[in-house]
């Protein structure tokens, strides 16, 4: 023991050197803002870089998957181009109010609790923190942090992540968050007891938060569960979105969003 | 020896306090010119025992550096540049020893060694200190030019009061 000592007492000053400059860069990183944000930019700048290049030999792979999701995206857009022409006194509200950019995804994670999605966009293309993702049919997650090409975004399976969801046929309202136990499964709470929710209703978007546009699908009710002691409803939702095989999505951005988030501000 | 003496801890605990109540509240440069930082704490590692373990005195450069930060609201900025400081002060002290090698007992002072070796001892320290903790501010190699300039006129205005405070209180240890 006494040799121990010796020899730490000794020799150990240049380990002891590094645990302790280790630990300052530490707390730097972690509780100083602007190194904070200088680490996540360069780091986001690293493996950005290198998850595009993997992602270009994966997407060699994925090219026909890809190539039937976009045909079957087109078919549906031109479905409403021509119910559209049809019925002319029928605006598109959604495409008036917000501006909409197409990504792609770039890195998808599913198997953690806190997944996230890098983005092969950035600020150089519009793109901005706690702007909306949607997939070709469903939610998939908000942008957390943009670089000048790259974003990363939380996952709608992230279990920090809360969005306003409603029952579209009885318009009760509640929140979806993500249990962490599948990727194709969701959790509904604050419906109060008393609504009629039935397994197979649709779940969509609310146009309380100011992150999505109203009215986007989410998933389906797959099973309502009554906890005893509590005065709502614990509902699993199916996710209509498949998460594990993302590719192309489209970030949303409420074109009066300032506005309304100012406006809101003041009634605090 | 291998303790802390403690008029080495006395003087960390007021230099550390002059520090952040009365160094750090000045600006000489004004606000539209804060290039000038009075960083002048970081004397008490250089003025701790020769003998003293490199060990004690990273952990000692350490737990300074978090005391100041607490004040400076800056989390590891201060106490990485100073352990920096400390592991680099072995070395300095090697760089510089006189021909008959250090005794035992010495402290790093003027008056065992003279002005001229204290002036050396000091600003090569001081230097690394400052470069060491505007780098770690910036945190990135962009700012290099803004590094250096900082660098360089806060190690003028913090050198001189070192300089004072030795030619002044002329400490045995």
């Known amino acids: ?268 | 020896m291998k303790r802390l003496p403690l008029k080495n801890i006395i003087r960390i605990i007021v230099a550390g306090l002059l520090q952040v109540l009365v160094f750090k509240q000045i600006q000489l440069g004004g606000a539209d010119f804060n290039y000038f930082h009075l960083l002048v704490y970081p004397v008490v590692i250089m003025l701790l025992p020769i003998n003293l373990p490199s060990v004690i005195v990273l952990l000692v450069s350490f737990v300074t550096g978090l005391g100041v930060d607490a004040f400076y609201d800056t989390p590891g900025l201060h106490a990485g540049a100073l352990v920096m400081m400390g592991f680099s002060r072995p070395a300095v002290l090697r760089f510089l020893a006189p021909d008959s090698g250090y005794t035992k007992t010495m402290h790093p002072v003027a008056n065992n060694f003279g002005l001229l070796w204290y002036i050396q001892y000091t600003s090569i320290l001081l230097f690394i200190f400052l470069l060491t903790y505007f780098s770690l501010e910036a945190f990135t190699p962009v700012y290099i030019s803004s590094i250096l300039i900082k660098t360089f006129l806060s190690f003028i205005a913090s050198f001189v009061i070192i300089l004072l405070h030795q030619i002044i209180m002329n400490p045995k240890s």
């Not at chain 1, 870089?49 to 993997?54: E, H, T």
């Not at chain 1, 998460?243 to 951005?253: E, H």
């Open chain 1, 1 to 268: 023991m006494q040799n121990l000592l010796q020899f730490i007492l000794r020799y150990g000053s240049f380990f002891t050197f590094l645990i302790l400059e280790a630990i300052c860069i530490f707390m730097l990183v972690n509780y100083n803002e602007s190194q904070r944000e200088i680490y996540l930019y360069s780091s986001q700048l690293t493996t950005g870089k290198i998850y595009d290049s993997f992602n270009e030999i994966q997407s060699y792979a994925h090219l026909r998957e890809v190539n039937d999701s976009l045909a079957g995206e087109n078919a549906k857009l031109k479905a409403q181009l021509l119910s559209l022409k049809k019925d002319s006194t029928v605006t598109d509200t959604f495409e008036a109010d917000f501006d909409i950019i197409a990504c792609e995804v770039i890195n998808n994670s599913i198997l953690g609790r806190n997944n996230m999605i890098t983005l092969d966009k950035g600020l150089d293309h519009n793109l901005e923190k706690s702007m909306g993702i949607i997939g070709p049919s469903g939610i998939v997650g908000i942008v957390k942090r943009c670089g000048k090409n790259y974003s990363t975004a939380y996952s709608i399976l992230n279990t920090d992540l809360r969005i306003s969801a409603r029952i579209s046929r009885t318009n009760y309202f509640g929140t979806l968050s993500w249990p962490a136990k599948d990727i194709k499964t969701m959790v509904l709470r604050a419906i109060p007891k008393h609504a009629d929710v039935r397994i197979g209703d649709t779940v969509t978007t609310t146009s309380f938060s100011n992150i999505f546009p109203a009215d986007i699908p989410i998933g389906v009710v797959e099973n309502v569960d009554q906890k005893p002691g509590r005065a709502d409803f614990s509902i699993d939702v199916k996710l209509i979105n498949d998460m594990s095989n993302l590719s192309f999505v489209y970030a949303v951005k409420k074109k009066d969003k300032a506005d309304r988030e100012s406006i809101e501000a003041n009634n605090e």
